[in-house]
């Protein structure tokens, strides 16, 4: 059996003459030969190590007692650094696992019964569930509480299939639902669906994140849930810019003072997402015969779509929507229907581009120089 170690100081010092300290147990019982490690730079050090190596031991022999579930769950989130808000929904996704194994040891939980488990979550929460159960249990492996992550061993957990995205089909559309709504709420649409920005982030905006002359936007704060998050450096605000669609809105717009909202709710202060759905937007999208029903973060599908379609790259479009490469392309490439054609047109006119009149094209090693942008190269004949 493991027996409790006991941690000392060594004889001899170290090169810069500190003390050396060192940790030994007995892992067979009284006869046993006793085992030590040292060479530790303080107490602490030799200490945190001690109680490392005896729980491996617990834990390979089956004995003593590790960590439930539950317990790992608080130290994480405990030490996990991240927004509130992504905190809460951790801790939330967590609790689902929690309420199966919390009172499970970490050496008891079995991949099958994790497994077993998932399918218990409801479909649109079971991937976000099963990874935070994942993440939690891979900590523990760092730490040496686990060999290895059973929610990973023989546990499929494909990511859910991709929802269907309704971009409104044209600008047509979106000028007739902005006509329905109003002077207030119709310029707010269009301006939407011409920026790309997320709901909580243009129900925030203020003048002074306007440059008119500039054509931008700056994005340095968002609304949602009746929290107000901003940015946590300079270096995180988002330059957005500004096509004349966006710009016609905000012309429709009353002048606004440095520090007030763009789009206030009638008696001032944040607009109400969910009473604006309510109130406004499913009766205008009946009144106008728009079908099927576009939710209101669909006005970002749209921006990103017609992007798309304007021949904008995704490394570009991933910069004004804060949003990486990889949900561009999985979330929005495939909404520009014409994608494939609009690349073949782009390439043959930069093939046409580099013909001359006399039919021949320019040769890969022909440059230009630093004075006057004269050409210097050779050209070659087709």
């Not at 929610?151 to 494909?158: D, F, H, L, R, Y």
């Not at 995205?165 to 119709?186: C, H, I, N, V, Y």
Request: proline share 3%.
């Amino acid at each position: 059996m493991v027996q409790q170690g006991q941690v000392l100081r060594l004889g001899w010092s170290a090169h810069d003459g500190g003390d050396l300290w060192a940790y030994r147990y007995r892992s067979g019982g009284r006869g046993s030969r006793r085992i030590q490690k040292g060479g530790f730079v303080d107490e602490e050090d030799a200490r945190t190590a001690l109680k490392r190596e005896l729980e491996r031991l617990r834990r390979r022999n089956a004995l003593g007692r590790t960590l439930t579930l539950a317990e790992l769950v608080d130290q994480y989130l405990a030490q996990h650094e991240a927004s509130p808000v992504t905190l809460e929904k951790l801790r939330w996704l967590l609790q689902q696992a929690v309420a199966a194994f919390g009172g499970y040891r970490l050496d008891e939980l079995r991949p099958e019964e994790i497994a077993a488990w998932r399918m218990t979550i409801r479909p649109g929460y079971r991937f976000e569930a099963t990874q935070a159960l994942r993440q939690v249990l891979a900590r523990a492996v760092v730490w040496g509480m686990l060999d290895v992550n059973p929610a990973k061993q023989g546990v499929e957990n494909p990511q859910r299939r991709r929802t269907e995205k309704r971009p409104f089909e044209s600008w047509g559309e979106l000028d007739t639902l902005a006509e329905l709504l109003g002077a207030r709420l119709g310029p707010m649409v269009i301006f939407a669906a011409a920026t790309g920005m997320r709901p909580g982030e243009w129900v925030a905006l203020e003048w002074r994140d306007i440059d008119r002359d500039g054509r931008v936007a700056y994005v340095r704060r968002s609304f949602s849930k009746g929290r107000l998050r901003c940015t946590k450096t300079e270096a995180s605000v988002r330059a957005v810019p500004l096509q004349s669609r966006a710009l016609d809105a905000l012309a429709q717009l009353p002048s606004g003072a440095f520090g007030e909202l763009l789009f206030p709710a009638p008696r001032g202060g944040y607009l109400d997402l969910h009473n604006f759905r309510n109130r406004n937007w499913k009766q205008t999208q009946q009144a106008a015969g728009i079908e099927p029903f576009r939710r209101i973060y669909d006005l970002r599908h749209t921006f990103a779509t017609f992007a798309l379609r304007a021949g904008i790259s995704t490394f570009e479009l991933s910069r004004y929507m804060g949003a990486s490469l990889t949900m561009i392309d999985r979330h929005y490439g495939h909404l520009a229907r014409d994608g494939r054609e609009h690349a073949i047109r782009l390439l043959d006119e930069l093939n046409a581009l580099a013909v001359d009149a006399g039919g021949r094209s320019v040769d890969a090693g022909t440059t230009f120089t630093r004075r006057g942008g004269q050409r210097k190269g050779t050209l070659s004949g087709q």
